[in-house]
């Protein structure tokens, strides 16, 4: 018997079984391969090089099923194009041109999206679709970090936004359709779950779809897309608890680098902090990459690592890149800050290629000059000898500004001038030394250090003066990260509830976490995170779902 009609005759079978997971083990396309799909191979090659009597084959051994009976099992129209496809990619690929490779398996995912999208029998092709669009996923991946290949590919024009799409963002908006069809699928029962609490139908493959172009989207930096998925998934989708593990550690991953990439910190760091709990701990590759973000994003938000955390293996050469920022944050020590995010301590590169160096870099600073402010406060500020006091506690903005300058110059280089006497005395102090006034830091011979608009504490070599600390004290109190007023007259900062809520510092130095913490849960409507459905929906019918891309004209075929 040809292979070619045993292979049709077993395709027949399972679909009249309704033997999903045979098919998809039937519809491979991925080596390594079994022998007789080379032979397959080779007896198309021979036997089928016209289309249309290959059609005529596939009709004869894989008959069509009544479509409007679904308890019968066969094939439809959109399943015999998808398998006349499959058999010619067979037929004409070449494993060794990787590009053609990839517009031929994209051809054959469409058509199989496309079998996909019958409403009586196209459940029955979920398994192998997902399987497909797997490998494509894989492909475009692999292709997108293969400069010397798709440099030569002409890219893919969109008609419908007069722009040009990448080959990984085409593949995105492939597989986008199918995850489309999954999650608005009329169901039997309501919210698409089954009587068994699981996810029924189509429904199933909601994750498995979402995960492919999710992570093709941030491979292209096409993360902004996203947003309408995100969107259709908390309108439509089951809860994620009922999906298996595996599809929900992706997807928060995900969703947290999205919330991240959009200054969502806090919904960031709930996403993440589910994913890492979530992950098996076998699975260290994984749980590192939940990690670089998890610390991240709850570093801006002001909760640090422990040093009990280096225990754990995937923790190990993590941490060391963030805890010079969290001791420079906890310090109030801005020079220590610019260096840990700078090149002079060596992570400056590699927090950048993660993506955390900007955020780090630009929210971070922020909690250092409140440090710096507490600091410059418990320095400078005499507790009232009268406990009945009712004067507000205060801090000169002028302190404030003496000491950023003292940091700006150290950060331009100017150094301490050198004591004659000391040196002298070989390095002894000397008694008359302790009534004397400390000598100032004197510029370097070479001149001031020429400081990025990053480098300095206000904009390069700008040097801080009282309208700029009073900017950034206003700023600090609009953010709620301090609690009290700028008197202008006075040139002071005046907290305010020192006696209600036990002292200036608990009073006037609010915790960051906290506080941030109240903020982010305010904004919440109905106490989920956006994109991450934990509960149950009621009263759906009639949700919008935007299909901007995904729709296709009237006889497309699609």
Same mark, same amino acid.
């Given at each position: ?6 292979? !049709? ?27 007789? @799909? ?80 019958? *409403? ?7 398994? *192998? ?49 199918? #995850?489309?069809? $999954? !999650? ?45 998925? #995100? ?7 089951? /809860?994620?608890?009922? @999906? ?21 910190? @806090? ?11 979530? $992950?098996?701990?076998?699975? !260290? ?64 590169? =590699? ?12 929210? $971070? ?27 507000? /506690? ?9 000491? *950023?300058? @003292? $940091? ?15 040196? +002298?005395?070989?390095?002894? +102090? ?5 009534? +004397? ?19 300095? +504490? ?54 960051? =976490? ?17 994109? =991450? ?26």
């Amino acid at each position: 018997m040809p292979i070619v009609d045993e292979f !049709l005759s077993s395709i027949s079978n399972f679909l009249r079984t309704k033997n999903s997971l045979q098919l998809q083990l039937f519809l491979r396309v991925e080596p390594p391969l079994p022998d007789q @799909y080379l032979q397959l191979s080779q007896e198309l090659k021979s036997s089928y090089r016209d289309g249309n009597k290959l059609e005529l084959h596939i009709g004869k051994l894989v008959p069509e099923a009544d479509d409007g009976d679904a308890e019968v099992g066969g094939a439809w129209p959109g399943f015999l194009a998808f398998l006349k496809e499959y058999l010619e990619f067979w037929r004409d690929v070449n494993f060794s041109d990787l590009l053609e490779t990839h517009t031929q398996l994209s051809n054959l995912a469409n058509a199989c999206i496309t079998a996909l999208s019958n *409403a009586t029998h196209g459940i029955i092709a979920l398994p *192998a679709t997902i399987q497909l669009c797997s490998t494509l996923a894989r492909l475009a991946m692999m292709l997108d970090k293969r400069p010397d290949l798709t440099r030569k590919m002409v890219k893919i024009a969109d008609v419908d936004q007069e722009s040009r799409k990448t080959l990984v963002e085409g593949t995105a908006e492939s597989i986008q359709r199918a #995850f489309t069809m $999954c !999650l608005t699928e009329r169901t039997a029962n309501r919210n698409g779950i089954g009587r068994d609490g699981k996810p029924e139908g189509k429904k199933v493959g909601i994750y498995s779809f979402a995960n492919m172009v999710l992570r093709l989207l941030f491979q292209c930096k096409k993360t902004r897309l996203a947003n309408q998925m #995100f969107t259709n998934i908390s309108q439509n989708s089951p /809860p994620l608890g009922l @999906y298996p593990a595996s599809q929900r550690v992706t997807y928060l991953y995900y969703l947290g680098r999205y919330h991240f990439a959009n200054s969502h910190f @806090y919904y960031a760091a709930q996403s993440l902090q589910s994913a890492y709990d979530q $992950c098996h701990a076998k699975c !260290l590759k994984q749980r590192r990459s939940i990690l670089i973000f998890l610390i991240a994003s709850n570093m801006i938000l002001g909760r640090f690592p422990s040093r009990t955390f280096l225990s754990r293996p995937e923790a190990a050469d993590v941490l060391d890149k963030f805890i010079p920022i969290s001791n420079a944050i906890r310090k109030g020590n801005m020079i220590a800050f610019k260096q840990a995010v700078g090149p002079e301590s060596g992570n400056e590169e =590699w927090l950048f290629q993660q993506g955390v160096l900007l955020p780090l870099r630009s929210r $971070c600073e922020v909690l250092v000059w409140r440090t710096f402010a507490r600091r410059i406060f418990l320095l400078t500020y005499q507790f009232p000898s009268d406990p009945n006091s009712r004067r507000a /506690p205060t801090l000169d903005l002028e302190d404030l500004v003496a000491a *950023a300058q @003292y $940091c700006q110059k150290l950060l331009e280089g100017w150094v301490k001038p050198v004591d004659s006497m000391t040196a +002298m005395q070989a390095g002894r +102090m000397h008694t008359n030394s302790l009534f +004397m006034k400390a000598p100032d830091l004197v510029p370097p011979p070479e001149g001031p250090k020429n400081l990025g608009a990053q480098d300095g +504490m206000i904009f390069g070599n700008t040097m801080p003066d009282l309208m700029e600390m009073e900017a950034i004290v206003a700023s600090l109190v609009q953010q709620d990260l301090l609690h009290g007023f700028i008197s202008h007259n006075q040139g002071k900062f005046a907290i305010l509830g020192a006696k209600q809520r036990g002292g200036p510092l608990n009073a006037g130095f609010p915790p960051v =976490w906290e506080t941030l913490k109240a903020k982010a849960e305010r904004e919440v409507n109905s106490g989920e995170i956006p994109g =991450w459905v934990q509960t149950e929906r009621t009263g759906m019918m009639g949700g919008v779902v935007n299909l901007t891309g995904i729709a296709r004209p009237v006889g497309s075929g699609e």
